[in-house]
């Protein structure tokens, strides 16, 4: 399984951007998929989750109001929304995805139930 995420890019403070994860070996329809991010020097963080269906979503509290997660299921892309950039924004952005469909969205903000990551699409915020 392997997890594709694209979308980013150099912006300015304010700007917005679009990343994308899609995967090619697995559908993402039955699972759940979480955005996670990593600055220089930082340690990985969440960002964002949906449930299988779309339905359910969770942030992190810094990310409330300015990113939105959603998921296509017919596309099998999930999308994360990012509006009102800001430089402390720039980071590595990863998406993942569970190898299991038990999980439930108290469970989305830990690192440890993703087995599949993708590449991660480097964000950049200038101010």
């Known amino acids: 399984v392997q997890l594709q995420a694209c979308g980013g890019g150099l912006v300015q403070t304010g700007d917005s951007l679009r990343l994308s994860c899609t995967t090619s070996g697995r559908t993402l329809y039955y699972y759940a998929v979480g955005w996670f991010r990593q600055a220089p020097g930082n340690e990985r963080e969440f960002v964002a989750a949906?449930?299988?269906?779309?339905?359910?979503?969770v942030y992190a509290d810094s990310m409330k109001g300015r990113f939105t997660i959603s998921k296509d299921n017919a596309k099998n892309t999930v999308y994360l929304q990012m509006n009102s950039l800001k430089p402390e924004d720039t980071a590595v952005y990863y998406c993942?995805?569970?190898?299991?469909?038990?999980?439930?969205?108290?469970?989305?903000?830990?690192?440890?139930?993703?087995?599949?990551w993708g590449q991660g699409t480097q964000v950049t915020v200038s101010s």
């Open positions: 949906v449930s299988w269906t779309g339905r359910n979503t």
């Open positions: 993942a995805t569970p190898s299991e469909r038990t999980w439930t969205p108290s469970d989305y903000s830990r690192q440890t139930i993703y087995h599949y």
